[in-house]
């Protein structure tokens, strides 16, 4: 999602990044899918905070929590691409194969 949104131009020595932890609940694969990244666009949207690395993500029965590290939106190094107005649940899929979990999402820019 924030390579669709964004561009990193350089890299930002001595980065504070800020750890988060993102917790999201729904009745169905799709929907925990659907919430985290509404979060994350949140984050970004309100707070201005740009997803660096996921550390974890456990999901369980009809919760999902993730551990995220954000950087600070700067425009000396990012440049914005494109705008996502909302997370879609327009032929979004969540599917276990084999023992990877593999997903597909369209964004609303």
Same mark, same amino acid.
């Given at each position: 999602?924030? #390579?669709? &949104?964004?561009?990193?131009?350089?890299?930002?020595? !001595? #980065?504070? &990044?800020?750890e988060k932890e993102i917790?999201?609940? !729904?009745?169905?694969?799709?929907?925990?899918?659907k919430a985290w990244l509404d979060e994350l666009l949140f984050c970004y949207a309100v707070d201005h905070l740009v997803l660096v690395r996921i550390k974890s993500i456990d999901v369980g029965g009809k919760e999902m929590k993730a551990l995220v590290l954000f950087d600070v939106f700067d425009r000396e190094y990012y440049t914005?691409?494109?705008e996502i107005k909302a997370v879609t649940y327009h032929e979004l899929e969540v599917k276990k194969l084999r023992n990877r979990w593999q997903a597909q999402v369209i964004f609303d820019v």
């Open positions: 999602m924030f #390579a669709v &949104l964004l561009e990193k131009t350089k890299n930002r020595p !001595g #980065a504070a &990044l800020t917790s999201v609940c !729904g009745e169905a694969p799709e929907d925990l899918l914005v691409k494109d």
